[in-house]
């Protein structure tokens, strides 16, 4: 094992008041395996030449090819944004998304140019953060927003949400972002938690009317600047990331519930409508075809077509009286659990 320790070399020289942190990277030093090798850069090896020789049994100098640094400490993956993708990345992107959102044409139109606005003054570092606020029913696509343009940036991977529906105590902020140092049960906040988990620069933040005063305030900041300090004193850097805020606040009610300094910094701002049957039968529709491809690639290659599957579940579910879209998931979920048992169950025999 290889380990660069150009960066702490310093930590030994006797000048430098630094003693006891000496003495405690020593020690971590003794405390690394056998075989560890110790790799410093040039310049760094030749300035502390005689301390190296108080510690180390043998220095000698190696060539190394490529960037020893990097290749001794490897940078961590940045996650994805959109000011990530170059213009023709960016179009296929959003005609992805606008595909796979059912329904709300309006606000397909609008992100497009929100995501334009966007790149163009990130770049010139006027726009730190690209901010949604969807407002409207359960079950019509606020949250489905989120996850569809997270995927599309990071596939596979997480999206960082929060859910104030889960934060009951007054002291939302801290669940945010941590307790300071020093209060009983300090520990890191959720939020800091789920960015540094996820790869995608995408942050949904669910029921945001039930956050507190504290937590608006803080939200008012991070849009302004694109940067929080968590309770350990941490800066975390979100430039480039999209916040999308939800809400079931009726849209008549969102000006008195929320103030005026934090709605002015929000870049777009729409009421999701319920969707039509035509959406909801499409929906089904592309649901149905999606888990009837799975089953037929890992459980049975036997299964007939996915198309042929989708076309029954629209005949047999009943789409014009359900309005939420995760109960009409549920509601396909159960009938292609019944299509499945009955295929396996064969035709019933007639006794002559």
């Known amino acids: ?18 003693g006891s942190m000496a003495a405690t990277f020593e020690g971590l030093l003794y405390q690394m395996p056998e075989n ?58 959003l005609d992805q998304f606008v595909h796979d959102l059912i329904g709300q044409d309006n606000f397909k139109d609008d992100f497009r140019k929100q995501v334009e606005i966007f790149r163009l003054f990130n770049s010139i570092g006027e726009q730190p953060i690209l901010s949604l ?44 972002i941590g307790s300071p140092r020093g209060y009983m049960g300090s520990e890191e906040g959720e939020l800091t938690m789920k960015i540094e988990r996820s790869k995608s620069g995408v942050i949904l933040i669910d029921e945001f009317e039930k956050g ?21 004193g941490e800066e975390h850097d979100l430039n480039g990331y999209t916040i999308v805020f939800t809400s079931n606040t009726p849209r008549t009610e969102v000006q008195e519930k ?17 969707l039509s049957d035509k959406e909801k039968k499409t929906f089904v529709s592309r649901y149905i075809a999606s888990v009837a491809k799975k089953y037929r690639s890992s459980v049975d290659e036997s299964l007939e077509d996915q198309s042929v599957i989708a076309e029954r579940a629209l005949q047999e579910i009943n789409t014009a009286n359900e309005d939420n879209i995760r109960i009409l998931k549920n509601n396909a979920r159960k009938w292609f659990a019944d299509y499945i048992a009955e295929r396996k169950e064969g035709p019933s025999e007639t006794l002559a």
Request: hydrophobic share 35%; aromatic share 8%; proline share 4%.
């Open 1 to 18: 094992m290889a380990l660069d320790v150009s960066s702490l070399l310093s930590l030994l020289d006797p000048t430098g008041g630094k």
């Open 36 to 93: 560890t090798v110790f790799t410093a850069d040039e310049t760094t090896a030749g300035r502390y030449a005689y301390e190296m020789r108080t510690i180390f049994d043998t220095v000698r100098q190696c060539d190394i090819e490529g960037d020893t640094e990097d290749q001794a400490m490897p940078t961590e993956e940045k996650p994805k944004r959109l000011i990530d993708l170059d213009d023709s990345e960016t179009k296929e992107l």
């Open 133 to 176: 606020f969807l407002i409207g029913p359960s079950g019509v696509g606020k949250t489905e927003t989120a996850r569809i343009l997270s995927s599309l940036l990071a596939p596979g991977e997480s999206l960082a949400k929060i859910n104030f529906g889960n934060y009951s105590s007054k002291d939302s902020l801290n669940s945010l």
């Open 212 to 232: 507190d005063s504290a937590v608006w305030s803080f939200f008012l900041d991070l849009l302004e600047n694109g940067k929080f300090t968590d309770s350990q």
């Open 258 to 274: 929320f103030p005026p300094e934090l709605l002015s910094r929000l870049n777009l701002k729409v009421d999701f409508a319920a």
